[in-house]
C-alpha cells in the first residue's frame, strides 16, 4: 500500500494522456521506485478522473 498525493496524480496522467503508458511508468518511477505492478498502478492512476462538480481539496 502506498500513497499518490495531487502532483503525482496529476504528473502520471499528464504523462499517460500525451505520451502513453511506457511514459507513465517511468512518470510514476520518479516519484517512487518500485519493481512490481508499476504499468497496473500507472493504468489505474490514469482511470482516476475528478467529477467536474468537486471542489479542490
Known sequence: MF???????EA???AFDER????AVA???RYMPMADNALRT???IASWRR???ASPA
Open 3 to 9: 500513497v499518490v498525493d495531487e502532483a503525482m496524480t
Open 12 to 14: 502520471v496522467q499528464r
Open 20 to 23: 502513453g503508458e511506457w511514459p
Open 27 to 29: 512518470e510514476l518511477r
Open 42 to 44: 500507472v493504468r489505474t
Open 51 to 53: 467529477s467536474p462538480d
